[in-house]
């Protein structure tokens, strides 16, 4: 059975730093695009990064240059290094699994084609 497993949110002021993990079992990474989605209150989830096979990557504008999403296909775990952070990025941060077909440039804005969903990890910045 796949399980992802997100880890390393908290509270930090504003303009610091965090590294989300993503641990995957029964599923392996290096063949499978891969995401990193957010849900804050009241508002849609949206699409934040993704890699795909090729290690291509993908971000969206409001986190680029500020986020980088990188994978250890050894350890099988995905990351998000988040730098710079804002108070508008505080929400729930989840991890995605796509299917092998999924490009990063496509991943994004495509939350119904995931197969497999973490339960989250918070993320809140104070400003």
């Known amino acids: 059975q796949v399980q992802l497993v997100e880890s390393g949110g908290g509270s930090v002021q504003a303009g610091g730093s965090l590294r989300l993990s993503c641990a995957a079992f029964g599923y392996a990474y290096s063949s499978y695009c891969m995401g990193w989605f957010r849900q804050a209150p009241a508002k849609e989830r949206e699409g934040v990064a993704a890699?795909?096979?090729?290690?291509?990557?993908n971000y969206a504008d409001s986190v680029k240059g500020r986020f980088t999403i990188s994978k250890d296909n050894a350890k099988n775990t995905l990351y998000l290094q988040m730098n710079s952070l804002k108070p508008e990025d505080t929400a729930m941060y989840y991890c995605?699994?796509?299917?092998?077909?999924?490009?990063?440039?496509?991943?994004?804005?495509?939350?119904?084609?995931?197969?497999?969903w973490g339960k989250g990890t918070l993320v809140t910045i104070s400003s």
């Open positions: 995605a699994a796509f299917s092998p077909l999924m490009a990063a440039i496509q991943a994004l804005a495509r939350p119904n084609a995931v197969n497999y």
């Open positions: 890699i795909d096979d090729d290690g291509r990557t």
